[in-house]
């Protein structure tokens, strides 16, 4: 699969990434305003919002950089595709955590401002507990599995929204709330709202998501040992250029006379 030139594919990775924690950020924000002392529709709101924005934005740039928005499953990408000559290569995996790290900062940064709040203001929300830490694992194994899963079954189409389903449950099911993505845990520290992390917890978040990442990595090649010829795919399949419909040619090139049989359908 020919692949949009490099630089197409990190501005789409930093611009998705960019919105994807505009939109946490942001409707913690709007929820905490809104419901202000219900902090259980609080998360409803977050939660609903994040994963309706993230089905969007994989429609959006998936056909462009496969919008991974999320340096553990370019790792991921890069990891098992290794093994078949497909998926992302270390320079590329290199420029889709930069560019998705970098995007995460300004997509904080830009909600900050949206709701006329100071554009850079350090987290104190602490995140630092061992069964925050295990909810990190079971939400990034979780989310690489369903990615890859979808890839090698060939049903990449329909990431958009078991992504952004899953993304959207895992904020309910894990005691952490379903950070699951270094870039978005990095981007949240710099925001003193509902949806921000302290800095002095994100390392612990990242180690954790790390290790799902190498939980799923085995269960994948466990369940689907040749998942990595379906690197390319992850998260959508994105080549270069759209797909064209090929012109259907009229079945009747002319009108039938008295002594000619009418033409065939190409059924």
């Known amino acids: 699969m020919r692949l949009a030139p490099l630089w197409r594919r990190l501005l789409a990775e930093f611009t998705?990434?960019?919105l994807l924690v505009t939109a946490v950020v942001g409707s913690g924000i709007m929820a905490s305003r809104l419901s202000p002392g219900?902090?259980?529709?609080?998360?409803l709101e977050n939660?609903?919002?994040t994963a309706f924005a993230l089905a969007a934005l994989i429609l959006i740039f998936g056909p462009v950089s496969g919008?991974?928005?999320n340096p553990v499953v370019s790792a991921a990408d890069w990891l098992l595709g290794r093994r078949a000559g497909t998926g992302l290569s270390g320079a590329d995996l290199a420029g889709y955590v930069t560019a998705q790290t970098v995007g995460a900062l300004a997509g904080s940064v830009l909600a900050n401002l949206m709701f006329d709040l100071d554009p850079v203001t350090l987290s104190h929300t602490e995140r630092a507990a061992g069964h925050l830490w295990l909810g990190e694992v079971v939400a990034t194994a979780g989310l690489v599995a369903l990615v890859f899963a979808l890839a090698r079954s060939g049903r990449a189409a329909?990431?958009?929204?078991?992504?952004?389903?899953?993304?959207?449950a895992a904020y309910w099911f894990t005691?952490?709330?379903s950070f699951a993505n270094p870039a978005v845990t990095v981007g949240?520290?710099?925001t003193d709202t509902f949806a921000g992390i302290a800095p002095s917890s994100v390392p612990g978040f990242i180690v954790?998501?790390?290790?799902?990442?190498i939980v799923a990595t085995a269960l994948v090649l466990a369940l689907y040992p040749d998942a990595g010829s379906a690197a390319d795919a992850v998260v959508v399949a994105h080549p270069a250029e759209p797909h064209t419909a090929v012109p259907v040619e009229s079945t009747e090139k002319s009108a039938p006379t008295d002594n000619a049989a009418p033409p065939r359908s190409r059924s």
Do not use: E
């Open 158 to 168: 329909v990431a958009p929204a078991a992504v952004g389903a899953y993304i959207g």
């Open 188 to 190: 949240r520290a710099v």
């Open 16 to 18: 998705g990434t960019g």
């Open 208 to 213: 954790a998501q790390l290790a799902g990442l």
């Open 67 to 69: 919008a991974h928005l």
């Open 38 to 43: 219900d902090v259980g529709v609080q998360l």
């Open 47 to 49: 939660s609903v919002a």
């Open 175 to 177: 005691s952490s709330t």
